[in-house]
């Protein structure tokens, strides 16, 4: 079955503990990306990357990292976390960057 | 200005209403539009792509107005089963940019 996979679902953490939520799709596609989304302000892009070891910044980059080793995988990692980084995240790939995006079931963060 | 622009709603129709959304973006070198569709905080999933001509899906209809910098969705014969957010998308830049979306609840 064609899927996005992210890992974990929910997770509760305190501020200041290194954390990576992992995303890993099976449909070979060259593009994957990083949303975050919060009532009133919609999805918005953090990170995004073209293809294997090629990640630039989306609109909301400051306090995540990414990298992108491996086709499948696309690891979102909060070195630092902050109660304003709590939110539902979603992982996405795709074609390319302006084609259909096939997206992850979402993780659930709150940062105390 | 939002890139962006999406009337919130909520749209509260009975079933078998035709509803209509409109979208507008801001950004006229946009080049692909999309209706994603997202219930109850879940993911997002495409619902269709909007092409200059218009398009049609069963119920749905799609249109693309350049000039006005618009798109719109129609949805004929509402069903309880499409109550869901609707969100639409465009592409300013090389990433899909997504509206805040218009929540649609149809009633029995």
């Known amino acids: 079955e064609a899927q996005v996979t992210q890992n974990p679902r929910y997770l509760i953490t305190v501020t200041g503990k290194k954390l990576t939520v992992t995303c890993s799709q099976n449909m070979n596609h060259e593009y994957m990306s990083w949303y975050r989304q919060d009532p009133g302000l919609g999805l918005r892009q953090i990170y995004y990357s073209m293809n294997v070891e090629v990640t630039d910044k989306g609109d909301v980059p400051e306090g995540y990292k990414v990298s992108r080793k491996e086709k499948r995988n696309f690891p979102l990692i909060l070195e630092s976390p902050s109660p304003n980084q709590t939110s539902l995240y979603f992982c996405?790939?795709?074609?390319?960057?302006?084609?259909?995006?096939?997206f992850g079931p979402g993780t659930r963060l709150l940062v105390l | 200005r939002k890139e962006v622009e999406q009337d919130p709603g909520p749209f509260n129709v009975p079933e078998g209403a035709t509803v209509a959304f409109n979208c507008t973006y801001s950004n006229s070198a946009s080049q692909s539009f999309f209706w994603y569709r997202q219930d109850c905080r879940k993911e997002p999933k495409l619902l269709m792509s909007v092409y200059s001509s218009g398009n049609e899906d069963g119920r749905f209809t799609a249109q693309l107005n350049r000039a006005s910098q618009y798109i719109s969705l129609l949805i004929r014969d509402s069903k309880l089963s499409d109550s869901a957010t609707y969100l639409c998308v465009v592409t300013p830049r090389r990433a899909l940019t997504f509206g805040s979306g218009t929540r649609l609840q149809v009633q029995p």
């Open positions: 996405a790939s795709g074609m390319g960057g302006t084609e259909t995006q096939y």
